[in-house]
């Protein structure tokens, strides 16, 4: 499906929850969020429902993200579900890796393909502080054991707090090639002021080309991070509610007053 700027809408990112066992400072309140009620959460039947309608209208990339979706019990059965669509090409996770050791090798058996793993520094004192608390430790463990369960790529995402941090950056691309990783810069984004740029590495906020539509956890299609419009699923019906998300797309993002990263998912 083509929105009115004539980009190839080809891509779901699908945020399963809002909630998250790290407080990353630029992402979540250090007392934590107000919790949404179970009930405005999607379940699973209705994520996948979105997912096919989605894939039925042009869509074949989707991506699995939260909040962290790790924490969603039964994350594995609706990656799963979701692998199981057909005309589905690309089946990715964005993680904080945290819980990634348990899963890795379930996930890949369920048919995940590749997975995004967010790591901001090398250095453990500043990754507790910047996760208000997280063991970086997990996170090595979390890369490992994808890599051993053959997902592919592994990729990295680190946020760049300031533009000036190209020893941190050089660490980090040193650390990846070891490991056999590709990583990319994400500047430090402000959803408000509509502060945003491209991805070093990636095509995330190019908005010539973006080709992206979000689902948020409490079921609003969102056609664009940088945008407040957003159509509900439960109300429209899914394919009407991306059908109104590409026809809203606006041509490029300004700012976001009412949304949050941890339940639209970056
Ligand atoms: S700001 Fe909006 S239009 Fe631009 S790349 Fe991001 S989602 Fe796409």
Redo the contacts with the bound molecule.
């Keep these: 499906m083509l929105d009115r700027f004539n980009r190839e809408i080809t891509y779901l990112r699908v945020s399963v929850t809002d909630r998250c066992n790290l407080r990353c400072v630029y992402c979540m309140p250090e007392e934590g969020i107000p919790l949404k009620n179970h009930k405005d959460i999607l379940s699973f039947d209705e994520i996948v429902e979105v997912c096919k309608a989605g894939i039925d209208s042009g869509i074949n990339k989707i991506r699995i993200t939260g909040g962290e979706p790790l924490v969603r019990k039964g994350i594995v059965s609706l990656t799963e579900s979701i692998a199981k669509l057909p005309g589905l090409k690309d089946l990715s996770m964005t993680t904080n890796g945290i819980l990634l050791d348990q899963f890795a090798q379930r996930l890949k058996d369920a048919g995940l393909m590749r997975v995004n793993i967010s790591l901001d520094t090398l250095d453990p004192d500043e990754y507790r502080q910047i996760t208000r608390g997280g063991e970086i430790t997990d996170v090595i463990k979390g890369i490992v054991a994808a890599q051993k369960a053959g997902l592919e790529p592994v990729k990295i995402n680190s946020v760049i707090f300031d533009k000036d941090s190209d020893s941190m950056k050089e660490g980090l691309k040193d650390f990846a090639n070891k490991m056999g990783l590709q990583v990319r810069f994400i500047s430090r984004m402000n959803l408000e002021t509509g502060d ?1 740029s ?1 991805v070093e590495g990636g ?5 010539k ?4 539509l ?1 689902l948020t956890a409490n079921g609003y299609i ?6 407040d419009r957003e159509f509900s699923v439960r109300e429209l019906g899914a394919i009407e509610a991306i059908m109104k998300a590409v026809e809203f ?6 700012s976001c007053m009412h949304g949050n990263f941890y339940n639209i998912g970056g």
């Design positions: 945003f491209v095509t995330g906020g190019d908005c080309i973006c080709n992206r979000r969102k056609p664009c991070l940088f945008s797309k606006p041509e490029k993002g300004v």
